[in-house]
């Protein structure tokens, strides 16, 4: 699922710093929708993952998903936003069984067939 919001500006209380969606870059490095791109909203992307990816895979995956994002929607890269939500097998489950535990049934099963 993509989606794109559109980022609250700071109050008057707020810092840079206390913004969860600006983690790890500098202020200068943020560009928030409202101050360019005529006011659109900045594609913010959330991609949930089983884990089981290696960082070389997520990097590429980052570099794919803002190419399209930056051909699809006409933004700059530095607008681009992507959160990845990566969940262990068993906390993820299809009719009733984790995928941790299906796997292992499955390969039990293999194992007994040989």
């Keep these: 699922m993509i989606q794109s919001l559109a980022t609250p500006p700071l109050r008057s209380s707020e810092t840079h710093d206390e913004l969860p969606y600006t983690a790890g870059f500098s202020q200068s490095e943020v560009v928030f929708s409202n101050q360019s791109q005529g006011g659109k909203a900045m594609p913010i992307v959330s991609i949930v993952l089983l884990e089981g990816r290696n960082q070389a895979q ?3 995956m980052y570099a794919e998903v803002t190419q399209a ?7 700059p890269p530095e607008q681009v936003r992507i959160m990845v939500q990566d969940h262990a097998l068993g906390n993820f489950a299809v009719a009733g069984t984790s995928v941790a535990t299906a796997r292992e049934q499955a390969a039990r099963k293999k194992e007994e067939a040989s």
């Design 58 to 60: 997520k990097d590429a």
């Design 69 to 75: 994002l930056c051909r699809t929607l006409g933004c």
